[in-house]
């Protein structure tokens, strides 16, 4: 292996051994979670309230996340112990989920079943005698019944987050259904889009069950999160609602493009447009941002073929805005390290674009990850996505996400969660 894989694997395996080392099980031993620092907001107390507590069951901050990135490192390392470990992480996620509902959506990737679903799957995949089927079966009855439910469009809670979830699940055998339900939640998102001309968009609070009515830029609760989910239902069925809505949703935000920022407007606070400039608040992260829309963008070219020459401009701007971000933030000691808004996440940008695009930026990623684990990786001390700080172990706000992006880094085949689990070559139908 070369030098720096076997650096980044090591640091990874570092992690993982933390996380089984500091899980907690219940008498059975067979359900196990894990405390970390988060925000807790009460109005009686500061508004971040630096506490310690119990995990949800979620994929973005709860036990099922951490079950995934333990489950990746099991098949890179074969250790049984992770494999072990994400097993009862998994179970306990299914548990509390099956005793006290979250209120999440079961169509929701990173707050309910579906992403628990995915998790498991990855594990029976990875490690043999997971016996995780009876909460595999329990998972997909609550995901079929999702459209009932209350839900939302986005890509954190709702249907964006979903649809290439669904259309990979339903390659397996006895998910095919799966497929129906991904081209639900797509002709959903098609009703639900405002449209003036060629341009569409969603308000925030149909996408992100917010108060606000604004349309929403950005890729966890905006436009091109939703345009790329209907790009990657376009690829699997060939319905031209899939596309239209898809362009429409990138022209929208490409409208709110300001070349001199070199970045997209963030549409949840005040902005105009003077003389064909759009002036306003601009982010830097994968949630909100043009990193994030990045992302959106390099697969849409993969995708689109037609106006792949204009995706890709835009996936140029983005990748920008993440490597000088990730320049910046890599001289802040201290600074968030994570998949979310911290630096695990724009790297990870840097990442897909150098392995669909431009080698060259795989190599900044990759330096970057070796500043980080040069700088944290002998402590464990590495900082968290938590608003309030501290220590947490999750998978988009703690080091479950940081160890998942080293092994994306030693290993291209590991599913990037950041894009949806997309990938080129499993999206054509």
Same mark, same amino acid.
């Given at each position: 292996?070369?030098?720096?894989?076997a650096e980044l694997l090591e640091a990874a395996a570092a992690i993982g051994r933390t996380l089984?080392?500091?899980?907690?099980?219940?008498r059975t031993g067979r359900h196990c979670n894990w405390m970390g620092r988060q925000d807790i907001q009460d109005g009686l107390l500061a508004r971040y309230s630096v506490r310690a507590a119990a995990l949800g069951p979620e994929l973005y901050?709860?036990?099922?996340?951490?079950?995934?990135?333990?489950t990746e490192l099991h098949r890179a390392t074969g250790d049984p112990a992770f494999a072990a470990t994400a097993r009862a992480a998994l179970?306990?996620?299914?548990?509390y989920m099956q005793r006290s509902p979250t209120g999440a959506s079961p169509l929701s990737f990173f707050a309910g079943h579906l992403g628990l679903l995915w998790a498991a799957c990855r594990l029976t995949d990875a490690a043999a005698g997971a016996d995780l089927a009876d909460e595999m079966g329990w998972l997909a009855a609550c995901v079929l019944d999702g459209m009932a439910t209350a839900h939302t469009l986005d890509v954190i809670s709702g249907n964006a987050g979903a649809i290439p979830v669904l259309l990979a699940l339903s390659r397996r055998p006895g998910y095919k259904a799966f497929a129906d339900l991904a081209v639900a939640c797509g002709e959903e998102l098609c009703r639900e889009a405002s449209w003036s001309g060629e341009m569409c968009w969603w308000d925030s609070g149909r996408l992100s069950g917010t108060r606000d009515a604004r349309p929403a830029t950005g890729f966890s609760h905006g436009a091109s999160g939703c345009?790329?989910?209907?790009?990657?239902?376009?690829?699997?069925?060939g319905d031209g609602r899939f596309l239209r809505t898809a362009r429409g949703a990138f022209a929208f935000e490409d409208s709110l493009y300001s070349p001199a920022a070199g970045n997209w =407007?963030?549409?949840r606070f005040p902005y105009r447009a003077e003389e064909g400039e759009v002036q306003g608040t601009f982010q830097r992260g994968w949630c909100h941002g043009g990193p994030g829309i990045a992302i959106a963008r390099m697969l849409a070219a993969l995708l689109d073929p037609e106006m792949a020459a204009q995706h890709r401009r835009m996936a140029e701007a983005g990748v920008r805005v993440a490597g000088a971000a990730l320049s910046e933030r890599l001289t802040q000691t201290g600074y968030d390290a994570t998949l979310c808004h911290g630096i695990a996440g724009l790297s990870e940008v840097l990442l897909m674009y150098g392995d669909w695009f431009d080698g060259s930026c795989r190599q900044r990623a990759v330096d970057a990850a070796l500043a980080l684990v040069r700088r944290y990786g002998a402590s464990g001390g590495w900082p968290?996505? =938590?608003?309030?700080?501290?220590?947490?172990p999750s998978l988009m706000i703690g080091t479950a996400g940081i160890g998942y992006h080293l092994l994306r880094l030693c290993d291209p085949t590991v599913p990037p969660v950041l894009a949806l689990m997309l990938t080129p070559g499993r999206l054509s139908r």
């Open positions: 292996m070369d030098g720096y894989r089984c080392r500091d899980a907690w099980y219940d901050g709860g036990s099922a996340g951490i079950a995934l990135f333990l179970r306990r996620s299914v548990r345009g790329l989910a209907l790009m990657a239902l376009h690829a699997a069925t =407007v963030d549409t968290s996505g =938590v608003n309030a700080g501290g220590p947490n």
